[in-house]
């Protein structure tokens, strides 16, 4: 499914996603990543919501969005209750929901000038 054509050198936008992939700026990402406004980090090892930890959103709690979406696959399933407690006493919000729903919700969060990380597992393939 493709959400936009328009792409910024300056931003890193959702472009499109389905099962087993998410378009980043037109780029076509086959690995679980986080993407912030002007920040990519492709390859990001989690491929389960069993798997997340608390050490695997360092980098996005190190600097703090407003924001924090944990887009968790095909379905919405939450973390371990040690994951969730330590994200919810970091004083930003946190949104679970399905990568299809983060990836729409990201790009609705940063149109409006926010601040907002999108943790993205991205697992199966529709091929």
Do not use: K
Not at 29 to 36: A, E, F, G, N, T
């Amino acid at each position: 499914m493709l959400f936009s054509e328009v792409t910024s050198e300056e931003s890193y936008i959702v472009t499109g996603y389905e099962a087993g992939r998410v378009g980043i700026n037109q780029v076509a990402h086959l690995q679980s990543l986080i993407v912030r406004p002007h920040d990519l980090r492709t390859a990001w090892p989690v491929q389960t919501v069993a798997e997340l930890e608390v050490e695997h959103l360092q980098t996005i709690l190190d600097s703090p969005p407003e924001v924090l979406l944990i887009g968790t696959g095909e379905v919405q399933e939450f973390p371990d209750r040690a994951v969730w407690r330590h994200l919810r006493s970091q004083g930003l919000g946190v949104e679970i929901m399905d990568t299809a729903a983060a990836c729409r919700t990201y790009n609705l969060i940063m149109a409006e000038g926010r601040d907002v990380a999108a943790a993205l597992i991205i697992n199966g393939s529709s091929d």
